[in-house]
C-alpha cells in the first residue's frame, strides 16, 4: 500500500454515517473494513490488525470506551480516533487519556479528518511504553 494509505476500521453503528465514513476513506486510498457495533469491532481489530480505527462512542454492545479500554493496551500500532456526537469535554478527555489519538465530533469535517489520518499514517510508529 502507498505511503499515507492504510486498512481503517470504521466502528459505526448508524448505517449513513458508517456509509458516508467507509465511502470518504475509500476515495482517499484506504481498505476499508465495517463494524455496527463495539464487539464486532474489537473482534474485526484483533483479526484484522487495522492501521487506524474510526470509533463511534454510542455503539450497542459495547460501547466506544469499553472497546478503547480492552484494544488500546494490546494494539500499539493501531490509531485509534473517536468520531462523537458527544460535545462533552470530559468524554473527549476519559477518551485521549485510554489512549485516542484523537476526538473528532459529528457532523464530521471530512477533510480535517483525512488530513489527520494521512499525517498519522506518515509519522513513524510509535514503540510501545
Do not use: W
Request: hydrophobic letters at 50%.
Amino acid at each position: 500500500m502507498a505511503p499515507g494509505r492504510g486498512l481503517v476500521l470504521v466502528a459505526e453503528d448508524d448505517a449513513g454515517m458508517r456509509t458516508l465514513l467507509t465511502r470518504f476513506m475509500s476515495a482517499q486510498g484506504h481498505e476499508v473494513i465495517e463494524a455496527v457495533d463495539g464487539q464486532a469491532a474489537i473482534a474485526l481489530a484483533r483479526e484484522k490488525a487495522p492501521d487506524i480505527i474510526l470509533l463511534d462512542l454510542g455503539m450497542p454492545v459495547k460501547n466506544g470506551l469499553e472497546v478503547l479500554k480492552e484494544l488500546v493496551p494490546s494494539m500499539p500500532g493501531t490509531v485509534f480516533i473517536v468520531v462523537s456526537g458527544n460535545g462533552d469535554e470530559k468524554v473527549a478527555r476519559s477518551c485521549l487519556d485510554l489512549g485516542a489519538f484523537d476526538y473528532v465530533a459529528k457532523p464530521v469535517d471530512l477533510e480535517a479528518l483525512a488530513n489527520t489520518v494521512k499525517a498519522r499514517l506518515l509519522a513513524p510508529k510509535q514503540p510501545p511504553l
